[in-house]
């Protein structure tokens, strides 16, 4: 494996494999690396000649500075990781390389509605923070596919929209969710939950799977009311959000005739870490 840490550098080699004909597939992640995100290298390395990995904990996403502080960075461990699953290039940029003038002149992005509702909502400028990012590391990698995370619904929506505003030629392929063998959504956050908020944390995707086995029994207000009740019974938790949406654009449903494709996304603080999931429902 290849480690860059220049953006020059990076670039320059891809340029020359893919004069060669050598396609290049992407994988942008902010490290504490497992099994979701290797995943995601394995499917790029099934499809691409080329996988490039980032590691970058991006600082204008983080809308809570402790979040950011405590963020896991075990990039020896990563690296390891990485090299068993045999990704071809890791890029591990400082700061200074991804924001040279600084991280106070971000591009502003028009969004739309979809920053503004659920975690956007609860996230103030998240995603501005994560299309600015995503922006500059496609520009550097220009790859031919990129791989992201159902685990992050709202996000492969949001960074496809600002490829499409910014004609990015690239596809980006959503890849599913993998989990704890308990069900747990895997993600680098886990690791900060203690033994007992990390069992309760269980109830989440049972809570989720719940609502995706039945649905048709219930009306969208019924069945909210019983996933809420389902996720209150989690010790020391805060719902930020559980929602029935439209998978196409993300707004509540009220009825189970609002929207043809739909999922139901589920945020919620258990003790000092935040988790995120979803599951599609049809
Ligand atoms: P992160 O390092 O959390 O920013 O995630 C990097 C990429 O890995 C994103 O596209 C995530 O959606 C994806 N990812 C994170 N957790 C999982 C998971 N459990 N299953 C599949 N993909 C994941």
Not at 102 to 116: Q, Y
Not at 120 to 127: A, C, E, L, S, V
Not at 156 to 162: F, G, P
Not at 273 to 280: T, Y
Request: charge should be neutral; glycine fraction near 4%.
């Amino acid at each position: 494996m290849l480690l860059f840490k220049k953006t020059d550098a990076l670039s320059a080699f891809l340029k020359k494999n893919k004069q060669s004909g050598k396609t290049v597939g992407f994988v942008p992640t902010m490290g504490a690396l497992h099994a979701g995100h290797v995943s995601l290298i394995e499917k790029s390395k099934a499809e691409n000649d080329v996988t490039v990995c980032s590691i970058f904990v991006n600082p204008v996403q983080f809308n809570d500075p402790e979040d950011l502080k405590r963020y896991p960075r075990p990039i020896e461990r990563d690296i390891e990781l990485l090299l068993s699953a045999s990704c071809d290039v890791l890029f591990f940029p400082p700061v200074e390389e991804i924001y040279p003038n600084g991280t106070e002149n971000l591009i502003h992005f028009d969004l739309g509605e979809i920053e503004k509702i659920l975690d956007g909502k609860f996230r103030p400028n998240h995603f501005q923070g994560v299309a600015n990012v995503m922006k500059l590391l496609l520009n550097t990698v220009q790859p031919d596919r990129l791989y992201m995370g159902q685990k992050d619904f709202q996000q492969v929506m949001v960074v496809r929209k600002m490829m499409k505003q910014e004609n990015t030629n690239c596809r980006l392929i959503p890849c599913e969710i993998i989990r704890e063998p308990d069900g747990l959504a895997m993600s680098s956050r886990n690791v900060r939950l203690n033994e007992s908020e990390r069992k309760n944390s269980s109830v989440i995707s049972q809570t989720l799977f719940f609502i995706q086995n039945n649905f048709d029994k219930f009306s969208v207000t019924a069945i909210k009311t019983e996933a809420e009740k389902m996720l209150s019974k989690i010790p020391d938790s805060k719902l930020d959000y559980l929602e029935i949406a439209n998978a196409e654009n993300l707004s509540a449903v009220t009825d189970w005739k609002d929207a043809k494709h739909i999922v139901a996304l589920v945020a919620i603080k258990v003790g000092k870490v935040r988790l995120i999931d979803n599951v599609v429902i049809r």
